[in-house]
């Protein structure tokens, strides 16, 4: 049964960092798994952050957080990470982490003074 389970958000100052944790159970990860960020705001459309694969030699950031955002993959831990930096006000968002259709519950981060 594949379960992803994100964490790490928060309340943070504009400036701040925060990061991400998405932990995946059910399956490992091998090359061609991709893993995603994604956010999304109440009644909005769901947005690409990033994603990641070949076990983390590849990456894709969205132009809204490139240089600001790193994801990274950790096979032995099974766990996705989000570093977020520089963050500001518009990263406001529930952020989910996304796998071969599955998702997980979404974990909030807030940027405001």
């Known amino acids: 049964q594949v379960q992803l389970v994100e964490s790490g958000g928060g309340l943070v100052q504009p400036g701040g960092s925060l990061r991400l944790s998405c932990a995946a159970s059910g399956f490992t990860f091998i090359r061609t798994t991709v893993m995603k960020w994604a956010r999304q705001l109440p009644g909005k459309e769901r947005e690409f952050v990033a994603s990641?694969?070949?076990?983390?030699?590849?990456?894709e950031y969205s132009d809204s957080v490139k240089g600001r955002f790193t994801i990274s993959m950790y096979k032995a831990e099974n766990t996705v990470y989000l570093q977020m930096n520089s963050l500001k006000p518009e990263d406001t968002a529930m952020y989910y982490c996304?796998?071969?259709?599955?998702g997980g519950q979404g974990t909030q981060v807030t940027v405001s003074p």
């Open positions: 990641i694969w070949d076990l983390g030699g590849s990456k």
């Open positions: 996304t796998s071969q259709g599955y």
